[in-house]
Nanobody, 123 residues
Framework: QVQLVESGGGLVQAGGSLRLSCAAS????????MGWYRQAPGKERELVAA???????NYADSVKGRFTISRDNAKNTVYLQMNSLKPEDTAVYYC?????????????????WGQGTQVTVSS
């Protein structure tokens, strides 16, 4: 199995910054896409940013120019640097990782989620 552990959430004033981290562990053979999603109260979960194994990133329009996603392939870790935070960024942020895991003598695709970390931006 593959486990994701997130860290870095918290309470910050508008205009401030936070950095989220998500480390994947377990029987990982390879990791393809890594990404961050968020879900605000009463809203659906939405993609914030994602990055491929080759480092190509894409962002939601609402965070472009403020958030930066990066990854350390050697550590199976993805980061989300969030700058110029706004109250509307308040949400639970979830890490998602897709790849291939070892399963005995075979390999299987996986699509794993972290437990979520709360980000609260006060006005």
């Amino acid at each position: 199995q593959v486990q994701l552990v997130e860290s870095g959430g918290g309470l910050v004033q508008a205009g401030g910054s936070l950095r989220l981290s998500c480390a994947a562990s377990g029987s990982i053979f390879s990791i393809n896409a890594m990404g961050w999603y968020r879900q605000a109260p009463g809203k659906e979960r939405e993609l914030v940013a994602a990055i491929t194994s080759g480092g190509v990133a894409n962002y939601a329009d609402s965070v472009k120019g403020r958030f930066t996603i990066s990854r350390d392939n050697a550590k199976n870790t993805v980061y989300l640097q969030m700058n110029s935070l706004k109250p509307e960024d308040t949400a639970v942020y979830y890490c998602n990782t897709k790849g291939v895991r070892l399963a005995g003598f075979s390999r299987r695709q996986f699509d794993s989620w972290g437990q979520g970390t709360q980000v609260t931006v006060s006005s």
